[in-house]
């Protein structure tokens, strides 16, 4: 049985937390009582053993209040110490020692729990323990030899919770229970239930397993009497097979014997059958040869072997000029297909030549058109009706080409002159242009002259007025001036030289404009000669252009037409055949729908 010895005491609750306040309690045999006043601190004695033995802090505590407050110690930081020396059930002396600190924070406490270690002394020797707080607890449990229930509910039930006797039957039974351990019993005792049940199901399938295989037993022994009497059976039937397979053997070499010669037999069956056959087709040949036979030989068998064997040396000769000819006959073949070559080549030729034909009678009738027309423009005679000899071709041809001569150097002589006039007229505005340019300037220097005297007038004028009241000599001095610088002035006169100078300018003027018509329409000529050539020119080009593409498609046109097509002909071919294209695609779909139809079934 296990016994507690001594307890310290340091920082729980009331105790201090200062050396000098370390409490050291000793347990006595057989009994110990506390006795002191109230707050002495006798329930903080019985919550450090409860909490020494089964790790249980007080009910409400939280950790925190079984510590001393440290507002009490005047600390931030207070540590608690409680260390138990007990008897464990072997006898042995065991010291548990368990620590905890509470820290003071700004609005409440935090509690740790610190060091916890098991010391034992064994062959004098102490042996220490320090780990997790649940092992520690099982192990103060199995050295104390008491349950942590009876512990916790029994030895140091704590005197707040000291009434759960007088608890509610359910909280009552759950706190027996865990006293007498109740609980793990009911569980061994639905464990070993089930386990029962288990077992009672497995004995019943055993059962039915041990009826089938009873079953089977009896079965696998009738089949084995059945085996041994088969077996019995095939030993017998074996006998029975070598014994009918020795009889059999010479019965096999027999027949083979029989088949041997059975072939035999049909063999010669078939000769006898095929003599035969020969036999009655030389008879109708002898027949029919007697029939046809006009006379019969008369004479000895040697003859007879004679005419024979002339009649083979006149076939032998037959039979070689057949060959000759034969060999004749495919030379000639032979040359008949390379002549059929060479006629379908003069075909094409034939083709080509006639489309070049065709081209020389278009070309030869253009060309008279021609002729006809440009006679007619030329007012030659003898050119009205078509076709032209060769003589006439060539006078006309020579004529036309005078012509042409005579026309291009008019042409030029009339260009010449053209040029030269254009030169003259260009000239003659030139000098009339500075002419002009003189005269203006003279009509300026003669207008700012008029201007100049008619001021000197007006200045006179106002001189006679002012000294108009002066004494008459002076009036008919300033009179005479006036009169004499009148005369000097000669303004008439320069008026009508004003005017006939104005008059001029007109007449220069209207030059000009008609000068300028004439540079008009020859600049207009000009650029109409220059697009004729230009046209000329693109006309020569195309006209080239055209008769390259005619080169390039004309052995394939020739090939598909058999000649050379013009522009007509060409277009009805082009058209006939995409009729045809489109009519063999209609007969192609037509030809397909029943089909797809067909496959559709
Ligand atoms: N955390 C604490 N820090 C400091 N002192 C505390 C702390 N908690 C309780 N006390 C003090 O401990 C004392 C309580 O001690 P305890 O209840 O053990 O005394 P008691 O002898 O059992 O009293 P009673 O006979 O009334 O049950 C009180 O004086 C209380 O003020």
Redesign the pocket.
């Known amino acids: 049985m296990s016994k507690i010895d001594k307890m310290s005491i340091l920082g729980v609750?009331?105790f201090g937390i200062e050396d000098k306040d370390k409490q050291v309690i000793s347990f006595f045999t057989p009994l110990t009582v506390l006795v002191?006043p109230?707050?002495?601190?006798?329930?903080?004695i019985i919550e450090c053993l409860k909490y020494a033995t089964s790790g249980e802090f007080p009910p409400g505590s939280k950790g925190g209040?079984f510590?001393?407050?440290p507002k009490?110690a005047h600390e931030t930081d207070v540590r608690a110490q409680i260390r138990l020396l007990f008897t464990d059930v072997n006898g042995e002396k065991v010291t548990i020692h368990r620590s905890m600190s509470c820290t003071q924070k700004a609005k409440n406490y935090s509690f740790k729990s610190l060091e916890q270690v098991i010391t034992r002394v064994k062959d004098g020797e102490r042996v220490s323990l320090s780990s997790k707080c649940g092992e520690l607890d099982r192990e103060m449990i199995s050295a104390l030899g008491v349950s942590k229930p009876v512990l916790n509910h029994v030895i140091f039930c704590h005197q707040e919770e000291s009434n759960w006797p007088l608890s509610e039957g359910k909280a009552l039974k759950e706190k027996f229970d865990s006293i007498f351990a109740a609980t793990k019993y009911i569980k061994a005792l639905e464990t070993m239930r089930q386990l029962r049940l288990t077992q009672n199901q497995t004995v019943k399938e055993c059962q039915v397993e041990l009826r089938y295989l009873k079953q089977n037993k009896e079965k696998a022994q009738q089949i084995r009497e059945t085996v041994a009497t088969k077996e019995a059976q095939l030993m017998s039937s074996k006998d029975s097979v070598q014994r009918i397979e020795s009889q059999i053997e010479p019965l096999e070499n027999r027949l083979m014997d029989i088949d041997t010669k059975l072939g035999k037999v049909m063999k010669l069956d078939s000769d006898i059958k095929a003599l035969e056959s020969r036999k009655k087709q030389m008879e109708e040949d002898n027949r029919e040869l007697e029939e046809t036979m006009e006379q019969v030989f008369q004479g000895s068998d040697q003859q007879l072997q004679e005419v024979y064997q002339n009649h083979q040396r006149t076939v032998k000769e037959k039979e070689r000029r057949l060959t000759d000819c034969q060999k004749e006959m495919e030379r000639a073949g032979r040359e008949c297909q390379r002549l059929n070559r060479v006629k379908a080549d003069l075909l094409v030729e034939q083709g080509r030549l006639q489309l070049e034909a065709d081209r020389h009678t278009q070309n030869i009738r253009n060309r008279d058109a021609q002729v006809r027309s440009l006679s007619s423009f030329l007012d030659m005679e003898g050119y009205d009706r078509p076709p032209f000899a060769a003589l006439q071709l060539e006078n006309f041809h020579r004529f036309v080409s005078q012509r042409l001569q005579q026309e291009k150097e008019t042409n030029s002589q009339v260009l010449a002159d053209l040029l030269e006039k254009e030169q003259q007229k260009q000239q003659s505005i030139d000098e009339i242009r500075d002419k002009k340019t003189g005269l203006e300037r003279t009509v300026e220097l003669k207008r700012d002259l008029q201007g100049k005297k008619q001021q000197e007038l007006r200045n006179i004028r106002a001189d006679l007025q002012r000294l108009e009241g002066s004494s008459n000599t002076d009036h008919v001095v300033q009179e005479h001036e006036l009169q004499s610088a009148v005369q000097n002035s000669n303004v008439e006169e320069l008026k009508v030289e004003v005017i006939e100078l104005q008059k001029e300018k007109a007449e220069l003027d209207r030059a000009q404009r008609r000068l300028d018509q004439e540079m008009e329409t020859l600049n207009t000529h000009t650029t109409a000669r220059t697009q004729m050539e230009m046209l000329k020119k693109d006309k020569t080009e195309k006209e080239e252009q055209v008769r390259k593409i005619k080169s390039r498609h004309s052995e394939d046109l020739v090939s598909l037409l058999g000649h050379f097509p013009n522009k007509r002909e060409l277009e009805d071919w082009i058209y006939a055949k995409s009729k045809e294209i489109s009519n063999t695609r209609d007969r192609l779909a037509k030809f397909n729908r029943p089909n797809r139809h067909s496959q559709l079934f």
Do not use: E, L, M
């Not at 109230?38 to 903080?44: I, V």
């Open positions: 609750r009331s002191g109230n707050g002495a601190g006798k329930t903080t209040a510590v001393h407050d009490d």
